[in-house]
């Protein structure tokens, strides 16, 4: 039985990826902060196949606790799935909490690579998971969008270094979701233009399916967020960054 490793398993594309996971018979660890809801999800997709750890991995004491369980214990695949940002003109959002999400997005990320990676055998695989944004700017959400531009970086790197070793790396790269990230980020979901908006189940579907077929270091989820990044080509830097400043959810718009 191969065994999956996934943080921010409990809520938003995390927890849709766990479900059909399962489904399709993997053994889950599964990593989030919120204890009572990895429980309440161990106990629905079977405690005796599936483990639970509650670590909060924008504190150092526990991102160093999971890699060292990493160290420990076998995987087929790590999915790194937790994430966090929030909406906001950069000097209006507490420097706090955006040092918090650079801890998760990217400290977290790369130290839990490093200890799958020193590991991996050939057929195994790393997702990390990115954002459109990645590949384009955020106004009003500065920090976020620089972090994911960092994931999705470091994962194409990591893709080259260790392809002809047979382990597959890839940055998984959704656009806006209806997932509660929004939520916890400041705005909600109706902020976007429905356009632009995939469901949960969608972003879960095409990561499986990039896991699956294993081709290339950049996935782009979405016919239409690949459309949109297609199109600012054809722009100038200046013009694709406004665009982006006039539908963002953390600019006030009148």
């Not at 690579?113 to 050939?122: E, G």
């Not at 290339?216 to 830097?237: A, C, D, E, Y």
Request: no cysteine; glycine share 8%.
């Amino acid at each position: 039985m191969k065994k999956v490793l996934i943080t921010g398993a409990s809520g938003g594309i995390g927890l849709e990826v766990v479900k059909k996971l399962a489904a399709q018979g993997y053994s889950l660890t599964l990593v989030a902060r919120n204890e009572e809801k990895l429980l309440s999800l161990q106990e629905s997709l079977g405690k005796d196949r599936h483990q639970v750890l509650s670590l909060d991995l924008t504190k150092t004491a526990d991102i160093l606790e999971l890699s060292n369980y990493i160290t420990d214990n076998r995987y087929n695949v790590l999915i790194n799935n937790a994430g966090t940002g929030t909406y906001g003109k950069f000097v209006e959002i507490p420097l706090e909490n955006q040092l918090s999400t650079m801890t998760l997005n990217m400290e977290a990320l790369v130290t839990l690579s490093y200890a799958y990676l020193k590991k991996a055998r050939s057929g195994d695989a790393l997702i990390n998971i990115g954002s459109l944004l990645a590949h384009s700017s955020l106004p009003g959400g500065a920090v976020y969008a620089a972090t994911k531009s960092f994931v999705a970086n470091f994962s194409e790197s990591l893709w080259f270094e260790f392809k002809n070793k047979g382990i597959f790396v890839a940055g998984f790269n959704p656009g806006a979701a209806d997932s509660d990230f929004h939520h916890n980020a400041g705005k909600e979901t109706s902020a976007f233009p429905k356009f632009v908006v995939s469901s949960v189940a969608q972003v879960a579907e095409e990561l499986i399916n990039a896991l699956n077929n294993r081709s290339k270091p950049r996935i782009v989820q979405g016919f239409k967020n690949r459309m949109m990044l297609f199109g600012f080509r054809l722009l100038s830097r200046k013009a694709a960054v406004n665009i982006m400043g006039k539908i963002s959810p953390g600019i006030p718009h009148s």
